[in-house]
Protein backbone atom coordinates (compact mmCIF):
# COMPACT_ATOMS: atom_id res chain seq x y z
CA UNK A 1 0.00 0.00 0.00
CA UNK A 2 1.58 3.29 -1.07
CA UNK A 3 1.04 5.98 1.67
CA UNK A 4 -0.38 9.49 0.17
CA UNK A 5 2.11 12.26 0.35
CA UNK A 6 0.80 15.06 1.95
CA UNK A 7 0.29 18.23 -0.02
CA UNK A 8 2.95 20.57 -0.64
CA UNK A 9 2.82 24.01 0.82
CA UNK A 10 3.02 26.91 -1.10
CA UNK A 11 6.05 29.13 0.02
CA UNK A 12 4.62 32.35 0.95
CA UNK A 13 4.11 35.58 -1.77
CA UNK A 14 4.76 38.91 -1.23
CA UNK A 15 1.97 40.48 -0.59
CA UNK A 16 -0.05 41.79 -3.86
CA UNK A 17 -1.46 45.37 -4.56
CA UNK A 18 -4.70 44.08 -3.35
CA UNK A 19 -3.85 42.41 -0.48
CA UNK A 20 -4.69 43.93 2.53
CA UNK A 21 -1.65 43.54 4.36
CA UNK A 22 0.83 46.37 2.63
CA UNK A 23 -2.23 48.88 3.85
CA UNK A 24 -1.42 48.13 7.84
CA UNK A 25 0.71 50.38 9.72
CA UNK A 26 1.68 54.01 9.56
CA UNK A 27 2.06 56.08 6.31
CA UNK A 28 5.55 55.93 6.34
CA UNK A 29 7.42 57.16 3.76
CA UNK A 30 9.07 54.39 2.72
CA UNK A 31 4.98 52.56 3.49
CA UNK A 32 4.23 55.31 0.79
CA UNK A 33 6.52 54.80 -2.01
CA UNK A 34 6.12 50.40 -1.63
CA UNK A 35 3.09 51.67 -2.34
CA UNK A 36 3.57 53.49 -5.44
CA UNK A 37 6.04 50.93 -6.73
CA UNK A 38 3.60 47.92 -6.54
CA UNK A 39 1.19 50.20 -8.61
CA UNK A 40 -1.22 50.80 -5.69
CA UNK A 41 -0.57 54.83 -6.23
CA UNK A 42 -0.16 56.43 -9.11
CA UNK A 43 1.76 59.86 -9.41
CA UNK A 44 -1.52 61.76 -8.40
CA UNK A 45 -2.47 59.29 -5.64
CA UNK A 46 1.04 59.19 -4.39
CA UNK A 47 2.07 62.79 -4.11
CA UNK A 48 -1.96 63.35 -2.62
CA UNK A 49 -1.19 60.76 -0.08
CA UNK A 50 2.30 63.17 0.34
CA UNK A 51 0.36 65.75 0.97
CA UNK A 52 -2.22 63.86 3.28
CA UNK A 53 0.31 62.62 5.49
CA UNK A 54 1.86 65.66 6.39
CA UNK A 55 5.48 64.72 3.90
CA UNK A 56 4.03 67.54 1.46
CA UNK A 57 2.78 71.07 3.06
CA UNK A 58 -0.91 72.07 1.70
CA UNK A 59 -2.28 74.99 1.10
CA UNK A 60 -3.62 75.74 4.51
CA UNK A 61 0.16 74.77 5.76
CA UNK A 62 2.17 77.03 3.82
CA UNK A 63 -0.17 79.60 4.88
CA UNK A 64 0.06 79.00 8.40
CA UNK A 65 4.02 78.96 7.66
CA UNK A 66 4.22 82.37 6.31
CA UNK A 67 1.69 83.89 8.80
CA UNK A 68 4.50 82.62 11.37
CA UNK A 69 7.18 83.67 9.47
CA UNK A 70 5.35 87.45 8.59
CA UNK A 71 4.94 87.65 12.32
CA UNK A 72 8.45 87.08 13.52
CA UNK A 73 9.44 89.59 10.83
CA UNK A 74 7.33 92.22 12.03
CA UNK A 75 8.13 91.66 15.44
CA UNK A 76 12.13 91.62 14.62
CA UNK A 77 11.86 94.26 12.27
CA UNK A 78 9.77 97.03 14.86
CA UNK A 79 11.76 96.28 17.71
CA UNK A 80 15.23 96.96 15.57
CA UNK A 81 13.51 99.74 13.98
CA UNK A 82 12.96 101.68 17.43
CA UNK A 83 16.44 100.47 18.43
CA UNK A 84 17.97 102.42 15.81
CA UNK A 85 15.75 105.23 15.80
CA UNK A 86 17.48 105.94 19.34
CA UNK A 87 20.79 105.37 17.99
CA UNK A 88 20.11 107.89 15.20
CA UNK A 89 18.72 110.24 16.94
CA UNK A 90 19.85 109.57 20.44
CA UNK A 91 22.06 113.37 21.24
CA UNK A 92 18.84 115.55 20.02
CA UNK A 93 16.33 113.68 21.57
CA UNK A 94 15.49 114.92 25.45
CA UNK A 95 15.93 112.17 28.16
CA UNK A 96 12.09 112.25 28.96
CA UNK A 97 11.19 111.77 25.24
CA UNK A 98 13.52 108.35 24.93
CA UNK A 99 11.62 107.32 28.30
CA UNK A 100 8.21 108.32 27.00
CA UNK A 101 8.71 106.35 23.65
CA UNK A 102 9.83 103.08 25.34
CA UNK A 103 7.46 103.35 27.40
CA UNK A 104 4.96 103.81 25.19
CA UNK A 105 6.44 101.36 23.06
CA UNK A 106 5.79 98.98 25.61
CA UNK A 107 2.13 99.91 26.54
CA UNK A 108 1.12 99.22 23.13
CA UNK A 109 2.74 96.02 22.99
CA UNK A 110 1.24 94.81 26.29
CA UNK A 111 -2.59 96.74 24.69
CA UNK A 112 -1.67 94.26 21.82
CA UNK A 113 -1.10 91.28 23.74
CA UNK A 114 -4.25 91.85 25.75
CA UNK A 115 -6.91 92.80 23.05
CA UNK A 116 -5.86 89.76 20.72
CA UNK A 117 -5.62 87.55 23.84
CA UNK A 118 -2.41 85.89 25.20
CA UNK A 119 -3.48 82.28 23.95
CA UNK A 120 -3.33 83.61 20.47
CA UNK A 121 -0.29 83.85 18.87
CA UNK A 122 -0.28 87.40 17.55
CA UNK A 123 -0.85 88.51 21.07
CA UNK A 124 2.46 85.91 22.49
CA UNK A 125 4.54 87.93 19.76
CA UNK A 126 3.04 91.29 21.33
CA UNK A 127 4.40 89.90 25.44
CA UNK A 128 7.77 89.13 23.37
CA UNK A 129 7.78 92.86 21.97
CA UNK A 130 7.30 94.09 25.59
CA UNK A 131 9.81 91.64 26.83
CA UNK A 132 12.19 92.84 24.62
CA UNK A 133 11.57 97.20 24.85
CA UNK A 134 12.18 96.61 28.91
CA UNK A 135 15.59 95.76 27.95
CA UNK A 136 15.40 98.82 25.92
CA UNK A 137 14.67 100.60 28.96
CA UNK A 138 16.94 99.51 31.12
CA UNK A 139 19.73 100.77 28.57
CA UNK A 140 18.36 103.81 28.20
CA UNK A 141 17.76 104.42 31.89
CA UNK A 142 21.55 103.48 32.51
CA UNK A 143 23.11 105.69 29.31
CA UNK A 144 20.91 108.55 30.57
CA UNK A 145 21.69 108.71 33.84
CA UNK A 146 25.38 106.56 33.30
CA UNK A 147 24.62 104.46 36.87
CA UNK A 148 28.24 102.46 35.75
CA UNK A 149 26.40 99.39 36.60
CA UNK A 150 28.00 96.44 35.68
CA UNK A 151 26.51 94.99 32.72
CA UNK A 152 25.44 91.53 34.46
CA UNK A 153 22.96 93.48 37.06
CA UNK A 154 21.62 95.27 33.56
CA UNK A 155 20.40 91.47 32.13
CA UNK A 156 19.35 90.64 35.79
CA UNK A 157 16.91 93.21 36.24
CA UNK A 158 15.63 92.32 32.56
CA UNK A 159 14.95 89.03 33.51
CA UNK A 160 13.38 89.65 37.27
CA UNK A 161 10.81 92.84 35.39
CA UNK A 162 9.84 90.28 32.70
CA UNK A 163 9.43 86.93 34.86
CA UNK A 164 5.31 87.87 35.66
CA UNK A 165 5.35 87.95 31.90
CA UNK A 166 6.57 84.99 31.27
CA UNK A 167 4.56 83.09 33.74
CA UNK A 168 1.30 84.39 32.65
CA UNK A 169 2.24 84.17 29.05
CA UNK A 170 2.60 80.43 28.77
CA UNK A 171 4.71 81.15 25.97
CA UNK A 172 8.05 78.62 24.67
CA UNK A 173 9.95 81.49 22.89
CA UNK A 174 9.63 83.93 26.20
CA UNK A 175 10.83 81.23 28.64
CA UNK A 176 13.47 80.72 26.05
CA UNK A 177 14.37 84.52 26.02
CA UNK A 178 13.89 84.71 29.92
CA UNK A 179 16.67 81.59 29.97
CA UNK A 180 19.20 83.47 27.50
CA UNK A 181 18.88 86.59 29.69
CA UNK A 182 19.89 84.11 32.69
CA UNK A 183 22.78 83.07 30.57
CA UNK A 184 23.94 85.99 29.50
CA UNK A 185 23.88 87.02 33.61
CA UNK A 186 25.72 84.06 34.78
CA UNK A 187 28.39 84.99 31.86
CA UNK A 188 28.72 88.81 32.48
CA UNK A 189 29.01 88.02 35.96
CA UNK A 190 32.00 85.32 35.77
CA UNK A 191 33.54 87.80 33.23
CA UNK A 192 33.25 91.25 35.47
CA UNK A 193 32.96 89.80 39.27
CA UNK A 194 35.29 86.60 38.06
CA UNK A 195 35.27 83.09 39.83
CA UNK A 196 38.30 81.29 41.32
CA UNK A 197 38.68 79.05 38.52
CA UNK A 198 37.30 79.84 34.82
CA UNK A 199 35.82 76.75 34.22
CA UNK A 200 33.46 76.96 36.93
CA UNK A 201 31.64 79.40 34.56
CA UNK A 202 31.40 76.66 31.97
CA UNK A 203 30.00 74.45 34.91
CA UNK A 204 27.53 76.97 35.96
CA UNK A 205 26.29 77.80 31.92
CA UNK A 206 26.19 74.20 31.53
CA UNK A 207 24.01 73.12 34.62
CA UNK A 208 21.88 76.49 33.54
CA UNK A 209 21.29 75.17 30.01
CA UNK A 210 20.82 71.18 31.40
CA UNK A 211 18.28 72.17 33.76
CA UNK A 212 15.88 74.29 31.59
CA UNK A 213 16.20 71.45 29.11
CA UNK A 214 15.14 68.99 31.72
CA UNK A 215 12.07 71.18 33.18
CA UNK A 216 11.54 71.68 28.95
CA UNK A 217 11.02 67.90 28.22
CA UNK A 218 9.31 66.87 31.75
CA UNK A 219 7.00 69.84 31.21
CA UNK A 220 6.32 68.74 27.65
CA UNK A 221 5.70 65.26 28.78
CA UNK A 222 3.13 66.25 31.63
CA UNK A 223 0.85 68.50 28.58
CA UNK A 224 1.82 71.61 28.91
CA UNK A 225 1.41 72.15 24.86
CA UNK A 226 2.89 76.05 24.89
CA UNK A 227 6.19 73.45 25.30
CA UNK A 228 5.86 71.72 22.28
CA UNK A 229 8.41 73.70 20.25
CA UNK A 230 11.55 71.44 19.20
CA UNK A 231 13.92 74.15 18.25
CA UNK A 232 14.45 76.16 22.05
CA UNK A 233 15.42 72.48 23.88
CA UNK A 234 17.55 71.62 20.50
CA UNK A 235 19.15 75.28 21.56
CA UNK A 236 19.53 74.36 25.00
CA UNK A 237 21.47 71.17 24.24
CA UNK A 238 23.58 72.46 22.12
CA UNK A 239 24.54 75.14 24.74
CA UNK A 240 24.67 72.74 27.28
CA UNK A 241 27.16 70.12 25.50
CA UNK A 242 28.89 72.93 24.26
CA UNK A 243 29.65 74.42 28.09
CA UNK A 244 30.29 70.76 28.62
CA UNK A 245 33.08 70.33 26.03
CA UNK A 246 35.67 73.02 27.00
CA UNK A 247 36.55 71.29 30.56
CA UNK A 248 36.40 68.26 28.65
CA UNK A 249 38.35 69.05 26.08
CA UNK A 250 40.53 70.79 29.05
CA UNK A 251 41.43 67.92 31.04
CA UNK A 252 42.13 65.61 27.34
CA UNK A 253 44.88 68.42 27.00
CA UNK A 254 46.19 68.49 30.75
CA UNK A 255 45.92 64.97 31.63
CA UNK A 256 50.17 64.31 30.85
CA UNK A 257 50.36 67.31 33.13
CA UNK A 258 48.21 66.19 36.67
CA UNK A 259 49.69 69.27 38.41
CA UNK A 260 47.23 71.55 35.84
CA UNK A 261 44.20 69.16 36.33
CA UNK A 262 42.08 70.60 38.52
CA UNK A 263 38.35 69.97 40.28
CA UNK A 264 36.90 71.71 37.66
CA UNK A 265 37.75 69.77 34.66
CA UNK A 266 37.32 66.60 36.66
CA UNK A 267 33.31 67.87 37.21
CA UNK A 268 32.69 69.24 33.61
CA UNK A 269 34.07 65.99 32.35
CA UNK A 270 32.07 63.76 34.30
CA UNK A 271 29.00 66.26 33.58
CA UNK A 272 29.44 65.80 30.11
CA UNK A 273 29.12 62.00 30.29
CA UNK A 274 26.40 61.94 32.02
CA UNK A 275 24.71 64.46 29.59
CA UNK A 276 25.67 62.27 26.79
CA UNK A 277 24.49 59.42 27.90
CA UNK A 278 21.29 60.41 28.96
CA UNK A 279 20.93 62.28 25.65
CA UNK A 280 21.34 59.29 23.83
CA UNK A 281 19.16 57.13 26.35
CA UNK A 282 16.49 59.45 26.48
CA UNK A 283 15.98 60.60 22.86
CA UNK A 284 16.62 57.18 21.08
CA UNK A 285 13.87 55.16 23.30
CA UNK A 286 11.49 58.06 24.95
CA UNK A 287 12.05 60.87 22.91
CA UNK A 288 12.78 60.30 19.10
CA UNK A 289 14.67 63.29 18.45
CA UNK A 290 17.50 62.77 15.62
CA UNK A 291 18.80 66.60 15.77
CA UNK A 292 19.81 65.31 19.41
CA UNK A 293 21.49 62.67 18.85
CA UNK A 294 23.41 64.06 16.29
CA UNK A 295 24.89 66.81 18.76
CA UNK A 296 25.97 63.53 20.90
CA UNK A 297 27.47 61.90 18.32
CA UNK A 298 29.49 64.22 17.22
CA UNK A 299 30.53 65.77 20.56
CA UNK A 300 32.39 62.42 21.16
CA UNK A 301 33.69 62.79 17.81
CA UNK A 302 35.16 66.30 19.22
CA UNK A 303 36.24 64.55 22.39
CA UNK A 304 38.05 61.59 20.20
CA UNK A 305 39.74 63.74 17.61
CA UNK A 306 41.18 66.02 20.87
CA UNK A 307 42.82 63.07 22.10
CA UNK A 308 44.18 61.49 19.05
CA UNK A 309 45.48 65.41 18.29
CA UNK A 310 46.70 65.74 21.76
CA UNK A 311 49.00 62.31 21.46
CA UNK A 312 49.93 62.80 18.06
CA UNK A 313 51.41 66.32 18.96
CA UNK A 314 53.01 64.51 21.13
CA UNK A 315 55.23 62.43 19.31
CA UNK A 316 54.62 63.00 15.19
CA UNK A 317 52.91 66.27 13.77
CA UNK A 318 53.99 65.81 10.57
CA UNK A 319 52.17 64.18 7.39
CA UNK A 320 51.90 61.05 9.10
CA UNK A 321 50.23 62.47 12.02
CA UNK A 322 47.76 64.54 9.94
CA UNK A 323 46.68 61.74 7.67
CA UNK A 324 45.89 59.81 11.09
CA UNK A 325 44.20 62.84 12.50
CA UNK A 326 41.83 62.94 9.27
CA UNK A 327 41.67 59.21 8.82
CA UNK A 328 40.11 58.95 12.35
CA UNK A 329 38.04 61.80 11.62
CA UNK A 330 36.44 60.50 8.60
CA UNK A 331 36.21 56.74 10.67
CA UNK A 332 34.13 58.74 13.27
CA UNK A 333 31.81 60.64 11.24
CA UNK A 334 30.97 57.26 8.69
CA UNK A 335 30.51 55.53 12.22
CA UNK A 336 28.21 58.03 13.73
CA UNK A 337 26.06 58.61 10.19
CA UNK A 338 25.77 54.77 10.19
CA UNK A 339 24.79 54.55 13.60
CA UNK A 340 22.05 57.78 13.29
CA UNK A 341 20.40 56.18 9.74
CA UNK A 342 20.02 52.74 12.11
CA UNK A 343 18.22 54.69 15.03
CA UNK A 344 15.92 56.24 12.04
CA UNK A 345 15.11 52.71 10.68
CA UNK A 346 14.55 50.90 13.87
CA UNK A 347 11.91 54.47 14.30
CA UNK A 348 10.04 53.39 11.34
CA UNK A 349 9.69 50.00 12.31
CA UNK A 350 8.77 50.77 15.39
CA UNK A 351 6.02 52.98 14.35
CA UNK A 352 4.56 50.18 11.51
Not at 139 to 161: H, I, K, M, R, S
Request: proline letters at 4%; a negative charge; charged letters at 10%.
Amino acid sequence: MINPQPPLTPPPEEPLPDSPAIFEGRASLERLEMLAEKGVLNRAGFERALVLAGYIPNGEGWRRFLDYSLLALAVAFSLSGIIFFFAFNWAEMHRFTKFGLVEAGILICLGFAYYRGLNTLPGKAGLIGAAVLVGALLAVQGQVYQTGADAYTLFLYWAVFILGWAIVGLSGPLWFLWLVLLNLTLWFYGEQAGFADELTLFNLLFALNGLGLALWEVGHAWGCGWLSGRWEPRLMALAAFIFALIPTIALIWSWHSPAEIDRSMVIGTVLYLVLTGAVIFIYTYIIHDLFMLTLAAFSLVAVITSAVVHEVSRTDFEASGLLLIGLVIIVQAALAVNWLQRVARSWEVAHG
